[in-house]
T-cell receptor, first 115, second 115 residues
């Protein structure tokens, strides 16, 4: 069975600085999708970025980018120029490409942004 | 605007009582999901459904029941057999397409507490 591990329960970053949140996963599949979700204090889950396993190029969305290392089964999220509004829980999620539409989530990393 | 509506936002349960959480989507998504969120444990899958009149147990289905009589609706009943129901419950939906990178969409959640 697939698993997703976020080893950092909490991280802090100074405003305008860069922070990297780590995510590792375990799977025997070669085709899958990875996602990062943000959950601010409002508890709404917001998609931050997604990555297809077959793509070698790392996904980027404005200040958010990923470092996808398929062989190492690592999917870290880099937030550049951190803003106060980035403070939230961040969840990494995995989904198989074919077959099941079940998503597997990590336990989350709470990001604090210091002014 | 398309989206997922969960109601109520807050719900209180008395001992021995069954309560039902509502989830409706107008995104025309085939798959729907229920998650439970506890502090420090991320999102845990309760049930999911990929088609009307069919659903599968997730990782923590005991004490819960669901139905999927309509594509748009996926209500969750927390039964009296669930001894520790206090948690935040999230409903989600997604399209089902082979090799689609589309993420899950989430509702705003229901906070369930014991009286």
């Amino acid at each position: 069975a697939q698993t997703v591990t976020q080893s950092q329960p909490e991280m802090s970053v100074q405003e305008a600085e860069t922070v990297t949140l780590s995510c590792t996963y375990d799977t025997s599949e070669s085709d899958y999708y990875l996602f990062w979700y943000k959950q601010p204090p409002s508890r709404q889950m917001i998609l931050v970025i997604r990555q297809e396993a077959y793509k070698q190029q790392n996904a980027t969305e404005n200040r958010f980018s990923v470092n996808f290392q398929k062989a190492a089964k690592s999917f870290s999220l880099k937030i550049s120029d951190s803003q106060l509004g980035d403070a939230a829980m961040y969840f990494c999620a995995y989904r198989s490409a074919p077959g099941t539409y079940k998503y597997i989530f990590g336990t989350g990393t709470r990001l604090k942004v210091l002014a | 605007d398309g989206g997922i509506t969960q109601s109520p936002k807050y719900l209180f349960r008395k001992e021995g009582q069954n309560v039902t959480l509502s989830c409706e989507q107008n995104l025309n998504h085939d798959a729907m999901y229920w998650y439970r969120q506890d502090p420090g444990q991320g999102l845990r899958l309760i049930y999911y459904s990929q088609i009307v009149n069919d659903f599968q147990k997730g990782d923590i289905a005991e004490g819960y029941s669901v139905s999927r009589e309509k594509k748009e609706s996926f209500p969750l009943t927390v039964t009296s057999a669930q001894k520790n129901p206090t948690a935040f419950y999230l409903c989600a939906s997604s399209i089902m397409a082979y090799n689609s990178n589309q993420p899950q969409h989430f509702g705003d959640g229901t906070r369930l507490s014991i009286l």
